[in-house]
């Protein structure tokens, strides 16, 4: 598809995704939202695409935040759609995604920024980079799902601490309470992210699937039985019989 504010890269069955407007620092606007939703339904269906990352034009800013000069005049009944819609038709697609999705945080992550980083399965981060929560600044809370997944991914605590205070935060800093899983000096942020892909690429699709399912699931009532389900039913995949082949004949599995 033709894209106006995404660039798009597919190579070694990895699709990068780079958000592209440099003139903003990658806010996030109506247009891009909708075209990040239609290439993540694309990647979904295309069976060459095994793992995405995303990541920011420049070396500035991954996102930094969404695009506040389009949201200034909403009200009540706007400022609800636009959190709704945004969460189903991106945030929420993208963690429910059966691909992994790999964020390379390369500038500020802020706001809805950050929010969209948190959404993706794995985030590594330039040393460079700052992240944040800022919407009570502007008397505002997050939209698109900062208050659920920062506390999933950090705790309670610190979450308040974040969203109440604003404040951002290094990436050393956000390695150390489980924002980012890695730092690399800006100049390695792409290769160790593609290297990480790479890795995911040749293992089990219909294995990962369900792993990232029942991932997601973790924590809840059904957790553990959406495990044991998701178990028995790769008992009779396709990759479970190559896998469980190609080890007792001493060979790497062909996905």
């Known amino acids: 598809m033709e894209t106006t504010n995404l660039l798009i ?24 939202l909708s075209e990040l939703s239609s290439q993540l339904d694309e990647a979904q269906q295309n069976t060459d695409i095994r793992c995405i990352i995303l990541t920011g034009s420049g070396q500035k800013a991954f996102v930094a935040g969404a695009d506040i000069k389009e949201f200034a005049d909403y009200g009540q009944k706007e400022g609800r759609e ?18 992994p999705v790999i964020a390379a945080i390369n500038g500020f992550a802020l706001g809805g920024g950050l929010e969209l980083a948190m959404a993706c399965h794995i ?32 705790g309670k605590g610190l979450a308040m601490e974040m969203i109440l205070s604003a ?33 995911i690429t040749k293992n089990s699709p219909q294995a990962i699937q369900e792993a990232i399912k029942v991932i997601n699931s973790a924590g809840t009532t059904n957790g553990y039985q959406n495990e044991i389900e998701a178990f028995g039913r790769l008992f009779d995949s396709t990759d479970k019989k190559e896998g469980v082949t190609a080890f007792l004949e001493k060979r790497k599995p062909a996905f």
């Not at 819609?85 to 945030?91: A, L, T």
């Not at 997050?142 to 920062?150: F, V």
């Open 123 to 154: 985030r590594y981060a330039a040393d460079s980079a700052k992240l944040g929560l800022p919407e009570t600044t502007l008397g505002l809370i997050p939209g698109y799902g900062g208050t659920q997944r920062l506390p999933a991914l950090v």
């Open 82 to 99: 636009m959190a709704l819609s945004g969460q189903k038709n991106v945030f929420d697609k993208i963690e429910n995604l059966s691909k």
């Open 167 to 199: 404040k951002m935060i290094t990436a050393q800093r956000a390695k150390e309470i489980g924002l980012v899983n890695a730092v690399f000096p800006q100049t390695e942020l792409l290769e160790k992210t593609m290297a990480l892909a790479s890795i």
């Open 9 to 32: 890269d597919i190579k070694d069955r990895i699709q990068v995704i780079t958000l592209h407007r440099p003139e903003s620092l990658n806010a996030l606007n109506k247009e891009t």
